[in-house]
């Protein structure tokens, strides 16, 4: 028998090692006032203790003492009792306390009592008792709460059948809790950091809304926590502090989780090794009405800024900036170069690519290998890669496919030429999105080989090969083209398409910048290169256009054709050969970039005789009107 009792009590001294438990002392004076009529008032007291389970539920014992002196008798009954009670309880706010319970066990009578002429003998008799009760009461502090409680009781007699003294009772109940075992500990709240993966300084704008951990949070303390706010910040690496997560309340010995985010600043794009970080999470909560905070510090681990893992391809969008100061430099100055030499009727985006092309060879880009952490090993594996910001590629004038089409991207986004990229084995392809149909793509390229035609989207990408950009655009579009070609027709070929404005919905771009100042390319050359990239492009696909209009009589499509090709004259007499708006409208806008403000002014007057309310026709005169003037 003594071995199982030490058994048990070893096993009780482990669990409350290692966990909390939660105890419960209860004294409270009491009285009963019974309800039948030989009986008065009993004062008395009961004296409980058990273990608080959930924050609600509490088990235990109790014992307690009534004195009853019935009406008319000199003789007082001493009742004792004792059983198993079980409670419920809740606080709806910080230091109102609300509960119900009840009793169930077995009492004594006693009672000094003439029996047989002996003055001094005593009679006594058991039995069972229940009684019932409700509870409100204010918290002082958490191990110590005020109640005042009222209920129904009922000490029987007769093996229960009978009742011997019952009725209503109340009292005041001065309850004390406490706690034991390992979580019973000076620190009141614990907090403790989670990573799903290591911070990667790249995706530092998503981590305002997609966590990179999470954040647990016990409350160890005597009391609920209420109202609770949790926030984390890493000093100089977060712009302020961010909120990971609310919660109405966290019972006490209970666990809660919140998602790690952090609002990181700029500084996260200075950290150049892999290594770790000191943070803080810090918990704001109320605790019995009063408004508290504390701070946890968590050590953080992130990478350096130029890591990058291929787990995603769409992540690479989180290079590619509109927003570097110096990237923008560089790209506005290219795009107001070629904006004032922009061919009439030509695709606008087909020739800002142009510039940008033409414009990073002429600062002298080049390819580089990156021999620590080369793309075309890289990208196939779940190595950590090491990729360059544009920036950066642009202060070194050299980067792996990968770094060079991340440039080119960035540069066309900056000017609102939308992009996408594929990254192939032996390749990097940037996609130019058009802004043009599936349906107008055999009115502007020689066939539709060679692009990309998104259906859905109804949208049209040319491809420029990242292997091919030191040649020029011409030599990276034939490249392009090539490969998409090669990845359409061939099962052989694995690609992924990614369009940049649609994986910026999940990886926001970052903005890398070090306040330095870019080389921009000559205006006299870069006007020159670009014309003969575009004179090219003409021969190629604008010419073909031609041939292939020429042949399907379809003369308002020749003269749109012509007119992109620069034909000014031959245009005007394809146009005049309709009687429609349309081309009379196309015949005065040759005119005007002809120059020729008069004529052109009389064509549009011509047009609104014919159709009054013509929008072209009347803006196209106010412009030319104001030539004239």
């Not at 309310?613 to 005169?621: E, H, I, M, T």
Request: hydrophobic letters at 40%; charged letters at 20%; one cysteine or more.
């Amino acid at each position: 028998m003594k071995k199982i009792l030490s058994l048990a009590l070893l096993a009780a001294i482990n669990i409350c090692s290692l966990t909390a438990l939660d105890f419960v002392f209860k004294l409270e004076p009491v009285v009963i006032f019974p309800r039948e009529e030989y009986m008065s008032f009993a004062p008395g007291a009961v004296v409980s203790g058990g273990i608080d389970l959930f924050n609600l539920l509490t088990i235990g014992g109790e014992g307690g003492y009534l004195y009853e002196k019935p009406s008319g008798d000199n003789q007082a009954i001493n009742v004792a009792f004792g059983g198993a009670n079980l409670g419920l309880y809740y606080y709806p706010i910080s230091r109102l306390y609300i509960g119900a319970g009840g009793a169930f066990g077995a009492t004594t009578y006693i009672s000094q009592l003439k029996k047989d002429g002996d003055s001094n003998s005593k009679t006594s008799f058991s039995d069972i008792y229940w009684r019932a009760f409700g509870e409100l009461g204010f918290r002082v502090n958490p191990k110590f709460t005020v109640s005042a409680f009222g209920g129904y009781a009922s000490f029987c007699a007769d093996a229960g059948k009978e009742s011997f003294l019952s009725g209503l009772y109340g009292g005041l109940s001065l309850r004390f809790s406490g706690s034991v075992g390992n979580n019973t500990r000076s620190s009141a709240l614990s907090v403790r950091v989670v990573q799903d993966s290591v911070v990667y300084p790249v995706y530092s704008a998503v981590y305002g809304t997609e966590p990179f951990g999470t954040i647990y949070l016990r409350n160890d303390d005597g009391a609920e926590l209420r109202n609770v706010n949790v926030y984390f910040r890493i000093n100089r690496y977060t712009a302020g502090t961010k909120l990971c997560g609310s919660a109405s309340r966290i019972n006490r010995h209970s666990t809660m989780t919140f998602p790690l985010c952090a609002d990181f600043s700029d500084e996260i794009l200075k950290y150049t090794e892999n290594g770790k970080i000191s943070g803080e999470v810090v918990i704001e909560y109320e605790f019995l009405g009063k408004r508290m905070t504390a701070v946890e510090s968590v050590v953080i681990s992130v990478n350096n800024r130029n890591a990058f893992n291929w787990s995603d391809y769409a992540g690479l969008a989180a290079f590619i900036s509109p927003d570097s100061q110096e990237i923008a430099t560089f790209a506005k100055d290219v795009a107001g170069i070629t904006r004032n030499n922009l061919y009439t009727g030509m695709n606008a985006n087909l020739q800002y690519a142009v510039g940008m092309v033409e414009g990073l060879r002429l600062i002298g880009m080049n390819y580089s290998a990156d021999t620590t952490s080369p793309y075309n090993e890289y990208h196939l594996s779940d190595k950590l890669d090491s990729i360059q910001y544009p920036l950066q590629t642009m202060q070194y004038l050299s980067g792996d496919y990968d770094e060079l089409g991340i440039l080119l991207c960035s540069c066309l986004q900056t000017v609102n030429v939308p992009t996408g990229f594929m990254p192939l084995d032996d390749d990097f392809l940037v996609l130019v999105r058009l802004g043009i149909s599936p349906a107008q793509v055999l009115s502007n390229f020689a066939t539709t080989d060679g692009l990309l035609i998104d259906e859905e989207s109804e949208s049209v990408y040319l491809a420029l090969s990242m292997a091919a950009l030191s040649k020029g655009f011409t030599a990276s579009f034939k490249a392009g083209s090539e490969a998409v070609a090669k990845c359409l027709t061939s099962e052989d070929v694995f690609y992924e398409f990614i369009d940049t404005t649609d994986a910026w919905t999940l990886y926001k771009p970052v903005a890398y910048s070090n306040n330095s100042n870019v080389t921009l390319p000559k205006q006299d050359a870069l006007v020159k290169n670009i014309k003969a990239a575009i004179q090219s492009y003409i021969d190629s696909d604008i010419e073909a256009v031609i041939k292939r209009e020429r042949a399907a009589g379809n003369t308002n499509k020749l003269g749109v054709a012509l007119v992109r090709a620069g034909r000014y004259s031959e245009a005007k007499r394809e146009f005049q050969k309709l009687s429609t708006v349309s081309a009379m409208n196309n015949t005065a806008n040759i005119l005007m970039i002809e120059k020729n403000y008069t004529a052109a002014a009389a064509q549009y007057r011509r047009v609104l005789e014919k159709d009054p309310s013509n929008k072209v026709a009347q803006k196209g005169l106010e412009n030319a009107n104001s030539k004239v003037e």
